[in-house]
């Protein structure tokens, strides 16, 4: 069953200034202080948290971060902060205390942001977004949405997090206090967090009392057992100091390693045209619903594409399943028409063997078309005819079958692979060919195409190339691929011709990891995240869309771990999952058309829940 935890608050979606209140007769006003005490309601707290941005203007802060890992060992880091959101302007240094030592600055001047590692010498320069110039943010108050600050959004440094205090004001849930105590030479209320499913808090908040920021926050493990996962500690603080202009400058030093700012977040669009579309051309959305509730059920559920561009839209639907989830789930694979969708699950309480299951989506049924002991995510041939899945014995063999939608023609062919490569895996099809590659230890070595009529196996190259997952176009007339160099750590995203000519370089980034990857539809665009780490050792996750020529490459989203990334089925908006954030994993949207970014809204649909491995039907 899967299981999330909170790391810590993440970026979850952008709000433009049409989507929020008027707080100018807010701001014209003096600001009235927190005024907390032990005393304080879970009410009073939560207002006082929602509206602690007025109360400062400028803010100068350091501290310590601290995660506590399962087996014992801690990371830990440092942060340094400048904060000046009326102008747009922020600087965070830090610096890994244990386990890491990279140093890291992010600044920005109000009009661009860099992202300096000092210790690899390196920047990568990024244009200040519109929709984060949003000053002293007061989020809506909308039932089930979360609004948090955009401005938090371009740092996403964990420390950074605790000024920003009206982002942890906005999940369902019930603050309770518990002493009064002294944090950074301020009063400081102690109070405990927990969401509104669970007995026992997730959260313990140590609240200034005057102006309601944090100045101290554990994090504690979701499965009930009071485990503390993470601890941030403010040391020292300083509210409305005057900084100099230079204080918000790329130091000189850097100014020659920064190019040009890498996309127009906010203000290019990626397609042109509207989102908006039939109901017919917007498919339907599937994905698992999981309750936070102990001795409730996963469930698989489905909304209409038509939510995705307006929340009037039919109802949350509750798929039938033929067995209780209670293992690791995995999104379904859909035919190309959509008629079916192929998944690989176990009805048995032990787990094994496991059955490859055909969904009829108009008749709701499902099929039984082939059991193994353990069996791969299945893949479906683009024309529709195939289902291609690796299976599993549970004692290091393995092999790769395909089988006709109708069940018949059940046959292995991998056994033309070189027995040296084995175990192999397998990346998806590339017109009547599966993509195999070996999972053997090595940069470099060969990328096979297996024929699905005989098994018939060829190499893909004439040369060795890197083993790298290569993703065919819809139209087959591209592979994109992640070309890493171990010696400089640079990822080099690249579209080629299939015959491995004319290679193009669309994106490049030093270190990190790139997963997963993309095409749009019409075989026109490429999506892909990319993970950077914090020094502590803490993800970030930046989702990019670029043509692939390699033009207008744009940064789209922002986040902490991205699981899939899925294009509507007119390629106008993309389904970004998010699978950690203060409420649970959830369903982003960006519209390519504007870059606003949403969560997924749909009558009966709650961010109570948790939803992952989503699918998008055609």
Same mark, same amino acid.
């Given at each position: 069953?899967?299981?999330?935890?909170?790391?810590?608050?993440?970026?979850?979606?952008? =709000?433009?200034?049409?989507?929020?209140?008027?707080?100018?007769?807010?701001?014209?006003?003096?600001?009235? *202080?927190?005024?907390?005490?032990?005393?304080?309601?879970?009410?009073?707290?939560?207002?006082?948290?929602?509206?602690?941005?007025?109360?400062?203007?400028?803010?100068?802060?350091?501290?310590?971060?601290?995660?506590?890992?399962?087996?014992?060992?801690?990371?830990?880091?440092?942060?340094?902060?400048?904060?000046?959101?009326?102008?747009?302007?922020?600087?965070?240094?830090?610096?890994?205390?244990?386990?890491? *030592?990279?140093?890291?600055?992010?600044?920005?001047?109000?009009?661009?942001?860099?992202?300096?590692?000092?210790?690899?010498?390196?920047?990568?320069?990024? *244009?200040?977004?519109?929709?984060?110039?949003?000053?002293?943010?007061?989020?809506?108050?909308?039932?089930?949405?979360?609004?948090?600050?955009?401005?938090?959004?371009?740092?996403?440094?964990?420390?950074?997090?605790?000024? +920003?205090?009206?982002?942890?004001?906005?999940?369902?849930?019930?603050?309770?206090?518990?002493?009064?105590?002294?944090?950074?030479?301020?009063?400081?209320?102690?109070?405990?967090?927990? +969401?509104? !499913?669970?007995?026992? #808090?997730?959260?313990?908040?140590?609240?200034?009392?005057?102006?309601?920021?944090?100045?101290?926050?554990?994090?504690?493990? /979701?499965?009930?057992?009071?485990?503390?996962?993470?601890?941030?500690?403010? !040391?020292?603080?300083?509210?409305?100091?005057?900084?100099?202009?230079?204080?918000?400058?790329?130091?000189?030093?850097?100014?020659?390693?920064? #190019?040009?700012?890498?996309?127009?977040?906010?203000?290019?669009?990626?397609?042109?045209?509207?989102?908006?579309?039939?109901?017919?051309?917007?498919?339907?959305?599937?994905?698992?619903?999981?309750?936070?509730?102990?001795?409730?059920?996963?469930?698989? $559920? /489905?909304?209409?594409?038509? =939510?995705? +561009?307006?929340?009037? =839209?039919?109802?949350?639907? $509750?798929?039938?399943?033929?067995?209780?989830?209670?293992?690791?789930?995995?999104?379904?694979?859909?035919?190309?028409?959509?008629?079916?969708?192929?998944?690989?699950?176990?009805?048995?309480?032990?787990?094994?063997?496991?059955?490859?299951?055909?969904?009829?989506?108009?008749?709701?049924?499902?099929?039984?078309?082939?059991?193994?002991?353990?069996?791969?995510?299945?893949?479906?041939?683009?024309?529709?005819?195939?289902?291609?899945?690796?299976?599993?014995?549970?004692?290091?063999?393995?092999?790769?079958?395909?089988?006709?939608?109708?069940?018949?023609?059940?046959?292995?062919?991998?056994?033309?692979?070189?027995?040296? %490569?084995?175990?192999?895996?397998?990346?998806?099809?590339?017109?009547?060919?599966?993509?195999?590659?070996?999972?053997?230890?090595?940069?470099?070595?060969?990328?096979?195409?297996?024929?699905?009529?005989?098994?018939?196996?060829?190499?893909?190259?004439?040369?060795?190339?890197?083993?790298?997952?290569?993703?065919?176009?819809?139209?087959?007339?591209?592979?994109?691929? !992640?070309?890493?160099?171990?010696?400089?750590?640079?990822?080099?995203?690249?579209?080629?011709?299939?015959? %491995?000519?004319?290679?193009?370089? $669309?994106?490049?980034?030093?270190?990190?990891?790139?997963?997963?990857?993309?095409?749009?539809?019409?075989?026109?665009?490429?999506?892909?995240?990319?993970?950077?780490?914090?020094? %502590? %050792?803490? #993800?970030?996750?930046?989702?990019?869309? $670029?043509?692939?020529?390699?033009?207008?490459?744009?940064?789209?989203?922002?986040?902490?771990?991205?699981?899939?990334?899925?294009?509507?089925?007119?390629?106008?908006?993309?389904?970004?999952?998010?699978?950690?954030?203060?409420?649970?994993?959830?369903?982003?949207?960006?519209?390519?058309?504007?870059?606003?970014?949403?969560?997924?809204?749909?009558?009966?649909?709650?961010?109570?829940?948790?939803?992952?491995?989503?699918?998008?039907?055609?």
């Amino acid at each position: 069953m899967k299981r999330l935890s909170i790391l810590f608050l993440i970026f979850l979606t952008a =709000c433009s200034p049409a989507s929020r209140p008027d707080h100018a007769s807010f701001f014209n006003q003096t600001p009235v *202080p927190a005024n907390l005490s032990i005393d304080s309601t879970s009410e009073q707290i939560q207002r006082a948290l929602w509206e602690s941005a007025p109360r400062w203007s400028t803010l100068q802060m350091e501290g310590t971060v601290t995660w506590y890992m399962p087996d014992g060992s801690t990371q830990a880091a440092q942060e340094k902060i400048w904060l000046d959101p009326i102008n747009s302007k922020f600087k965070v240094e830090l610096t890994g205390v244990t386990n890491n *030592p990279n140093r890291i600055i992010k600044l920005s001047d109000g009009v661009n942001i860099y992202d300096v590692n000092v210790t690899a010498n390196q920047v990568q320069t990024f *244009p200040y977004p519109d929709f984060a110039r949003v000053g002293q943010y007061i989020p809506p108050l909308v039932e089930g949405e979360s609004y948090p600050n955009p401005i938090w959004g371009q740092i996403g440094t964990p420390l950074s997090n605790l000024a +920003f205090a009206s982002d942890y004001s906005q999940a369902k849930g019930t603050f309770a206090p518990v002493a009064a105590e002294t944090v950074a030479g301020r009063e400081a209320l102690a109070a405990n967090w927990t +969401f509104i !499913d669970n007995s026992s #808090p997730s959260l313990k908040l140590w609240i200034d009392t005057e102006i309601g920021i944090l100045l101290k926050l554990q994090q504690f493990s /979701k499965d009930g057992s009071g485990r503390l996962e993470s601890e941030s500690v403010i !040391d020292t603080i300083l509210f409305n100091p005057a900084f100099e202009d230079n204080l918000f400058t790329l130091p000189a030093e850097y100014q020659a390693l920064a #190019p040009a700012p890498t996309s127009q977040m906010g203000s290019v669009p990626v397609v042109t045209g509207s989102g908006s579309t039939s109901a017919e051309e917007a498919g339907e959305l599937y994905f698992f619903y999981q309750p936070r509730q102990p001795g409730q059920s996963i469930q698989l $559920v /489905k909304v209409s594409g038509v =939510c995705v +561009f307006d929340a009037n =839209c039919p109802p949350l639907e $509750v798929i039938p399943v033929p067995f209780p989830f209670n293992f690791t789930i995995n999104a379904l694979s859909w035919s190309p028409d959509g008629k079916y969708a192929a998944f690989s699950y176990s009805d048995q309480s032990n787990g094994t063997p496991t059955k490859l299951w055909l969904f009829d989506a108009a008749a709701k049924t499902w099929t039984s078309l082939a059991q193994f002991p353990y069996i791969d995510p299945p893949f479906w041939s683009p024309d529709g005819g195939w289902i291609a899945f690796r299976t599993q014995d549970g004692l290091g063999g393995e092999d790769v079958y395909v089988v006709r939608p109708d069940g018949s023609e059940l046959k292995s062919v991998s056994t033309d692979l070189p027995v040296e %490569g084995r175990p192999y895996i397998m990346d998806g099809w590339y017109t009547e060919n599966i993509i195999m590659r070996s999972a053997l230890p090595g940069s470099l070595g060969s990328i096979y195409l297996v024929r699905a009529a005989n098994g018939q196996a060829r190499p893909m190259f004439e040369t060795a190339l890197t083993k790298a997952q290569f993703i065919a176009s819809p139209d087959a007339g591209f592979l994109a691929y !992640d070309e890493y160099d171990y010696n400089t750590q640079v990822h080099a995203v690249k579209v080629m011709e299939p015959d %491995g000519a004319n290679a193009v370089t $669309v994106a490049s980034f030093t270190g990190g990891s790139i997963y997963p990857m993309i095409w749009s539809p019409d075989s026109s665009l490429i999506a892909f995240n990319y993970y950077g780490s914090f020094t %502590g %050792g803490e #993800p970030t996750a930046e989702v990019y869309v $670029v043509t692939r020529t390699g033009k207008n490459q744009s940064l789209v989203y922002k986040g902490t771990t991205v699981g899939r990334l899925l294009f509507s089925p007119n390629g106008k908006y993309l389904l970004v999952e998010e699978t950690t954030s203060i409420s649970g994993g959830h369903l982003f949207l960006i519209n390519l058309a504007t870059l606003e970014q949403k969560i997924l809204q749909a009558p009966g649909l709650s961010t109570d829940y948790d939803w992952y491995a989503p699918s998008w039907r055609p």
